[in-house]
């Protein structure tokens, strides 16, 4: 069993930067992949971005390439998510999610909701204009 907690979201204005992170617990981290995604108001879940198990392979959603950046600390058990240059369209509901894989696809990062088996339980980013 795999647990996830997000945590550092907020409320901030345009052009602002946030951190996101969130703490993973239960199995070899470096075995498992994880990706951001994110529920704006009234919109479904959409793919943010993701990371390999062992950090060599990440994807981003065009609308957030050049601002986000995800990176991993395997010794923390730990994902984050930097958001820099925020805009109002990045408000959501932040949720973090993993992958249990193998030490034989460590290099592989996944962008699919359905590739997922553990989920957080959100973090809320609200931009304000």
């Known amino acids: 069993q795999v647990q996830l907690v997000e945590s550092g979201g907020g409320l901030v204005q345009t052009g602002d930067s946030l951190r996101l992170s969130c703490a993973v617990s239960?199995?070899?981290?470096?075995?498992?992949?994880m990706g951001w995604f994110r529920q704006p108001p009234g919109k479904e879940r959409e793919f943010v971005t993701t990371i390999s198990g062992n950090a060599r392979s990440t994807s981003y959603a065009y609308s957030v390439k050049g601002r986000f950046t995800i990176f991993r600390d395997n010794a923390k058990n730990t994902v984050y998510l930097q958001m820099d240059s925020l805009k109002p369209e990045d408000t959501a509901v932040y949720y973090c999610a993993a992958h249990v894989g193998t030490l034989f696809n460590m290099d592989t990062h996944y962008t699919r909701e359905e590739d997922y088996a553990y989920w957080g339980r959100g973090t809320q980013v609200t931009v304000s204009s």
């Open positions: 239960g199995r070899a981290f470096n075995t498992i992949a």
